[in-house]
Nanobody, 113 residues
Framework: QVQLVESGGGSVQAGASLRLSCTISGRTSTTGGIGWFRQAPGKERFFVAAVTWNGENTWYGEFMKGRFTVSSDKAKNTVYLQMNSLKPEDTARYYC??????WGQGTQVTVSS
């Protein structure tokens, strides 16, 4: 059974940085990618970024590239989302997903102005 556990969220001031982690256990395949999505209250889940396990390919949602950086550490079965220059509109619950099939419980990010 695949499990994804997100961590690293918190409450910060605008302009601060956070690094989210997604640790995956029970993974049997090295193919596919790991994605980050976020969901604010009352809004749909929104694509943030994705990365392949070898870290060679990355994708970013609209407005994410430049402030957010996604990376992977295959040896640790962990994917990271480095978020810089955070804005209040980045406030959301952030989820990681393995290929869109398995999802974690999410980690809350709150950015105050």
């Amino acid at each position: 059974q695949v499990q994804l556990v997100e961590s690293g969220g918190g409450s910060v001031q605008a302009g601060a940085s956070l690094r989210l982690s997604c640790t995956i256990s029970g993974r049997t395949s090295t193919t596919g990618g790991i994605g980050w999505f976020r969901q604010a209250p009352g809004k749909e889940r929104f694509f943030v970024a994705a990365v392949t396990w070898n870290g060679e390919n990355t994708w970013y949602g609209e407005f994410m590239k430049g402030r957010f950086t996604v990376s992977s550490d295959k040896a640790k079965n962990t994917v990271y989302l480095q978020m810089n220059s955070l804005k209040p509109e980045d406030t959301a619950r952030y989820y990681c997903t393995l290929g869109g099939g398995d999802w974690g419980q999410g980690t809350q990010v709150t950015v105050s102005s």
